[in-house]
């Protein structure tokens, strides 16, 4: 620890996984904006994969804290105005980021998203798994978006494909109901 630092100003890395789609739903947008506004900018840094649009735009637009970013030449091209903010870490592939994503995270807060979104989450939960970190990953499962996911994981459980259940490896799933279960996590 830094001399001038104490515990409870280091700030913690969050990572975010979400949605980097155009055309996101407002609710989608609402949601996430509101979430953000509530987490402590003295506390926490965000680490998200870059990006100004979708869900990952709102990162760049709503949150006041420290922002890390870590993206794709190919996204950064397509992206890019004039008023972009510069990303923090930029790659040719799509593993480099990752790793630079987990790296750089002390846990991680999984919004909605497709399959870039899902193979991040899965990525570090595999991490969790073969010993590799034990990385606190909270899937935010709003209006049930990733009951299916959730159940997938307990049913490869249930039938021995995966060793423990979900809390072992440092997954929770929580809902908008349980939005300060989440936040108390951070």
């Not at 680490?47 to 922002?67: A, D």
């Not at 480099?96 to 846990?107: A, G, H, T, V």
């Not at 606190?136 to 021995?160: A, C, P, S, T, V």
């Amino acid at each position: 620890m830094y001399p001038h630092m104490n515990e409870s100003t280091i700030l913690k890395h969050v990572g975010i996984f979400c949605s980097g789609k155009p055309d996101i739903k407002q609710e989608y947008i609402d949601i996430m904006s509101s979430i953000l506004r509530k987490i402590d900018t003295s506390r926490i840094a965000i680490v998200y994969g870059g990006g100004s649009v979708g869900l990952m735009g709102v990162i760049r637009e709503v949150y006041t804290g420290k922002i890390v970013s870590s993206n794709m030449k190919a996204f950064v091209s397509q992206e890019t105005t004039p008023t972009s903010a510069a990303d923090d870490y930029v790659f040719d592939t799509i593993t480099q980021r990752q790793s630079k994503l987990i790296e750089l995270s002390d846990m991680f807060l999984v919004f909605p998203g497709g399959f870039g979104t899902v193979y991040e989450c899965l990525e570090v939960i595999t991490k969790n798994q073969i010993g590799e970190h034990s990385k606190k990953i909270i899937i935010f499962n709003y209006k049930g978006l990733y009951n299916h996911l959730r159940d997938q994981i307990e049913h490869l459980h249930q039938e021995g494909f995966i060793k423990h259940p979900l809390d072992y490896y440092n997954i929770i799933f929580v809902n908008e109901n349980e939005i300060d279960i989440l936040l108390s996590h951070v």
